[in-house]
T-cell receptor, first 110, second 113 residues
Framework: GQSLEQPSEVTAVEGAIVQINCTYQTSGFYGLSWYQQHDGGAPTFLSYNALDGLEETGRFSSFLSRSDSYGYLLLQELQMKDSASYFCAVRSAADYKLSFGAGTTVTVRA | DTAVSQTPKYLVTQMGNDKSIKCEQNLGHDTMYWYKQDSKKFLKIMFSYNNKELIINETVPNRFSPKSPDKAHLNLHINSLELGDSAVYFC????????????FGQGTRLTVV
């Protein structure tokens, strides 16, 4: 089966940088994805890493190290609207299951 | 146009009742899912269909029965509802069964009283 671990919560001030780490165990691997979910909303796709390295999309970047089974999501220039839960997810090559971590609640303070 | 739409958005019902949640996607995706999100926000896969065929069937009570009449629709029927079924149920779709970009519906908040 798959397991993903990420911190449960992070608090930071506006303008700061936050890094959310994710370690995973899976049978086979199609890549690491990140999703954002605001309270009362649906998860929305943020980024995907299939290969090692850093992917940058505006203020958000995502990193993957396949050899370490580790990745992170970097949120830069934090804004109040970034307060949300962030989930890492992996797709297993063994059973095609798309599994999510327990989520990290990011709270941005003024 | 909503990409993945599910109805109803809210559902309050008594224990023992039977209820259904409907889901439709207009993205032309091959794969659809049902996830359950509990009060601690954990997203748990329940079922996955690829081109109308069931490919993932997690350890879910057999009171839960999915049905995919075509690849654009995936419905969830729940029999004999229990208090522990209260949760938010999300329908989602992806282009295929290996793509990790999933599109989620707005969720159905089910409350069993």
């Amino acid at each position: 089966g798959q397991s993903l671990e990420q911190p449960s919560e992070v608090t930071a001030v506006e303008g700061a940088i936050v890094q959310i780490n994710c370690t995973y165990q899976t049978s086979g691997f199609y890549g690491l994805s990140w999703y954002q979910q605001h309270d009362g909303g649906a998860p929305t796709f943020l980024s995907y890493n299939a290969l090692d390295g850093l992917e940058e999309t505006g203020r958000f970047s995502s990193f993957l190290s396949r050899s370490d089974s580790y990745g992170y999501l970097l949120l830069q220039e934090l804004q109040m609207k970034d307060s949300a839960s962030y989930f890492c997810a992996v797709r297993s090559a063994a059973d095609y299951k798309l599994s999510f971590g327990a989520g990290t609640t990011v709270t941005v303070r003024a | 146009d909503t990409a993945v739409s599910q109805t109803p958005k809210y559902l309050v019902t008594q224990m023992g009742n039977d209820k259904s949640i409907k889901c439709e996607q207009n993205l032309g995706h091959d794969t659809m899912y049902w996830y359950k999100q509990d009060s601690k926000k954990f997203l748990k896969i329940m079922f996955s269909y690829n081109n109308k065929e069931l490919i993932i069937n997690e350890t879910v009570p057999n009171r839960f029965s999915p049905k995919s009449p075509d690849k654009a629709h995936l419905n969830l029927h729940i029999n004999s509802l229990e208090l522990g079924d209260s949760a938010v149920y999300f329908c989602a779709s992806s282009q295929d069964h290996v793509n990790t970009e999933a599109f989620f519906g707005q969720g159905t908040r089910l409350t069993v009283v």
